[in-house]
């Protein structure tokens, strides 16, 4: 059973930083793309950032280009998502996700109904 736990929300001021966690467990991840969403009440879960659980190439919304920066730790099965200069636009629930199929190319999955697993979200929230 694949479990994905998301932690690290929290409250921050604009301007400020946090790390969220995404502990994966009960599958081998290492061809898998590896997603982080978020969603606010009233409209569509937005990629934010993404990168395969074997490959170093990183993914990006526009909207957190140079802010945001996806890693992982193969050893501790955990992705990372850390967010510089927070915005209150940044403000959402976030969501890890992993999605398990194959691609072609240079393809990255960024829709949500690509994604097969998904986290329970953490909330984050920016104060102006």
């Known amino acids: 059973q694949v479990q994905l736990v998301e932690s690290g929300g929290g409250l921050v001021q604009a301007g400020g930083s946090l790390r969220l966690s995404c502990a994966a467990s009960g599958r081998t991840f290492s061809s898998d793309y590896m997603g982080w969403f978020r969603q606010v009440p009233g409209k569509e879960r937005e990629f934010v950032a993404g990168?395969?659980?074997?490959?170093?190439?990183?993914y990006y919304a526009d909207s957190v280009k140079g802010r945001f920066t996806i890693s992982r730790d193969n050893a501790k099965n955990t992705v990372y998502l850390q967010m510089n200069s927070l915005k209150p636009e940044d403000t959402a629930v976030y969501y890890c996700?992993?999605?398990?199929?194959?691609?072609?190319?240079?393809?990255?999955?960024?829709?949500?109904?690509?994604?097969?697993?998904w986290g329970q979200g953490t909330q984050v929230t920016v104060s102006s």
């Open positions: 990168m395969r659980w074997s490959g170093t190439r990183t």
């Open positions: 996700a992993v999605d398990k199929q194959s691609y072609s190319g240079g393809y990255y999955p960024t829709t949500r109904t690509n994604y097969d697993y």
